[in-house]
């Protein structure tokens, strides 16, 4: 019998991956549905179709590339990211072996590197911090967010963002918060509207509920301590 979780399941056991291996090998990595289906029936456990690609493409897959970048790969990967933004699928298509997972850490890895050179030394009304990888269209920030390795902290922490940046940047904020608002709004409307009222029997079960419990604290309280209903109720 097949288990459903309560919560969403993050780490994948040995024994998941070498049956998703097995799977997917059998059908040739097509049609996830079927996969998936195969694999929770094999492991006992429900996993999506979501969960089992997304594990297989980025982990399992004998033809994954897992060697730190190369120049030329980051070079083509900087190029590009301005036509697919954050559309990372679509960016490791370019790349032969790379998944988009690896290309989204890579990028935030970058760009959380240069903010912590930038930040350096500096007060805290002048510094950087990630909001969106929209960040990346304003052309000031975007050299200083995306500088190699090579370019020396000293030469990133004395750069300082002209008013332009700085107002473009607290645009996104502004954004950011509006969404995050209008978010919370949505979420607490449709909690009110999906409140359901307990039923006839649910009132009676609480209310018999207290009547022990009043019961219980009276006997407890206000008759003697030898009172032989107390350990009727602990009982």
């Known amino acids: ?9 993050k780490l994948w056991a040995l024994e998941e991956d070498l049956a998703l291996r097995d799977i997917a090998e059998k059908f040739n990595s097509k049609n996830w549905k079927i996969i998936a289906k195969n ?8 996993r999506t179709f979501k969960q089992c690609r997304d594990r297989w493409l ?8 897992k060697s730190s970048f190369t120049d030329y790969e980051i070079d083509i990967l900087i190029s590009i990211q301005e ?13 032969k072996g790379r998944t988009g997972n690896q290309i989204k850490n890579f990028f935030h890895a970058m760009i959380r590197r240069n903010i912590r050179k930038f930040n350096k030394g500096k007060n805290n009304d002048e510094k950087l911090e ?9 052309s000031e920030i975007r050299k200083i967010l995306l500088a190699k390795k090579n370019v020396p902290r000293a030469i990133i922490s004395k750069t300082k963002l002209s008013n332009d940046a700085i107002y ?3 645009s996104l904020k502004d954004q950011k918060i509006q969404t995050e608002t209008g978010k919370n709004a949505v979420y607490a409307a449709d909690f009110s509207c999906n409140l359901e009222l307990p039923t006839e029997d649910e009132i009676m079960t609480k209310c018999s509920f207290e009547n022990i419990f009043n019961m219980y604290q009276y006997c407890t309280e206000y008759l003697l301590p030898t009172c032989s209903i107390q350990n009727l109720f602990l009982s």
């Open 1 to 9: 019998m097949v288990k459903r979780n309560s919560r969403k399941i």
């Open 39 to 46: 694999v929770s029936e094999k492991i006992g456990t429900i």
């Open 130 to 138: 990630f909001i969106s990888m929209k960040m990346l269209n304003n």
């Open 168 to 170: 473009y940047m607290q």
């Open 58 to 65: 980025n982990y399992l897959n004998k033809g994954i590339n």
């Open 83 to 95: 036509v697919y933004q954050n559309r990372w699928i679509d960016m490791a298509k370019k790349l």
